[in-house]
């Protein structure tokens, strides 16, 4: 949806410039893609106090159609995004933010790595040769950050919030936990007395230290899941997914967690999984996302069984609920047998219209649970990483 501006006179005022009221006016200007929204921050200063106020902000969000960011390629970065609008399916390629960046990605044989942490409300958190920026695609603006301190400048963890009492955005950095010696468990971020930074876009230019408390009651084997997932917001929490094990005469027990960060007290706290998902069921989790305000995670065993748990009362463990299990593998749509064939969950709720969007085998699938329907569409690339993915004009 397009918005031609009129630059006659008569027009430089918020309700003049149509004839509308107030609230129509901005009624239409929420309904806007981002770029003509900032176009129309230099209409009037009466447009321009409407369009920074941040309750405009939250209400173009939520007029926007949700979908997913997809990474195509390790080293080219490039990135995409699918969106259904209404049956819809569009699948576009944006330029890399490179002509930001410090040091432009020229070549591809310097395997650098670029790694996408977090979206939130249309904000990608992303590092890039250790740095960490901030990049909004729909209306290009960048931020790059300070350096985390920290004595290993590799590997680390990051996590992306917004805070709606504040109107800020919230990274937490979290380093590998430094060894006996000068080694660093590049697989465990997460253990007590780790060294954590806190960021926040509104305030000091610098980073706020916090230590890492027990959560696990000890010191067991840790490890992040795996960089393919990127954080996950929800009940004003940043959350992460980890494995971990308890050694028992000599057996060690898997267990799945989720690591909640609460942006407003700014402590940390561990959320158990569904008991059953223990032992070698916990590698069985694929995503985490929100449904209907619910703490929700989906699984996936082979050949396609696809379980969705929900936390019915966030943080309680006895909560959580099997709110449905499907088997791809016996629906109309094949699906491949390879023993190496594993699914991950997109999304689902509001995004893509209630359908759950999956990706395996160089395959999206779409299955719709209320109609149990499965359809699917080949893109043109492997994908490497994904995230959802909304428009917004936060960070302007």
Not at 99 to 119: G, S, T
Not at 249 to 258: D, F, N
Not at 363 to 383: A, G, H, I, Q, T
Request: overall charge neutral; proline content about 6%; charged content about 20%.
């Amino acid at each position: 949806m397009e918005l031609v501006v009129c630059n006659s006179k008569s027009a430089r005022t918020r309700g003049a410039a149509s004839g509308f009221p107030n609230d129509v006016i901005e009624e239409i200007l929420s309904r806007l893609d981002a770029q003509s929204v900032m176009r129309c921050k230099c209409v009037c200063k009466s447009w321009l106090s409407l369009i920074t106020h941040p309750s405009f902000k939250h209400r173009h969000l939520k007029n926007q159609v949700p979908g997913a960011l997809l990474r195509a390629d390790d080293l080219d970065c490039a990135f995409s995004f699918h969106v259904n609008d209404n049956g819809n399916h569009r699948l576009w390629s944006h330029p890399c933010p490179n002509d930001y960046m410090d040091c432009p990605i020229v070549d591809e044989k310097q395997n650098l790595r670029m790694i996408v942490f977090a979206c939130e409300n249309g904000v990608i958190c992303l590092s890039y040769r250790n740095v960490v920026y901030l990049w909004n695609p729909a209306i290009r603006k960048m931020k790059k950050l300070p350096s985390l301190p920290s004595p290993c400048p590799m590997r680390h963890l990051y996590g992306l919030g917004y805070h709606t009492l504040t109107d800020d955005f919230k990274v937490v950095g979290i380093p590998p936990m430094k060894t006996g010696g000068v080694g660093f468990d590049y697989d465990n971020n997460f253990k007590r007395g780790n060294l954590v930074g806190v960021y926040s876009l509104r305030g000091p230019s610098s980073w706020k230290t916090l230590e890492m408390p027990d959560l696990f009651f000890s010191d067991p084997n840790c490890a992040n899941h795996q960089s393919i997932f990127c954080s996950f917001v929800l009940n004003g929490s940043i959350h992460w997914l980890v494995y971990y094990g308890r050694e028992i005469e000599e057996t060690v027990l898997e267990s799945l967690g989720i690591v909640a960060f609460d942006m407003s007290t700014e402590v940390f706290k561990l959320i158990n999984s569904p008991p059953s998902l223990g032992g070698l069921e916990a590698y069985t989790a694929k995503r985490m996302f929100d449904l209907s305000g619910c703490l929700s995670l989906l699984t996936f065993k082979r050949p396609g069984l696809i379980d969705m748990w929900v936390m019915k009362e966030y943080g309680v463990s006895d909560s959580w609920t099997k709110h449905f299990s499907f088997n791809l593998s016996k629906s109309s749509v094949p699906s491949p047998t390879d023993d190496d064939f594993m699914l991950y969950p997109l999304g689902l709720g509001r995004y893509s219209n209630g359908d759950l969007l999956l990706y395996g085998g160089d395959v999206f699938y779409l299955y719709n649970s209320k109609c149990n329907r499965v359809e699917y569409l080949r893109p043109e690339f492997s994908m490497f990483q994904f995230t959802t993915y909304v428009e917004s004009i936060f960070l302007s």
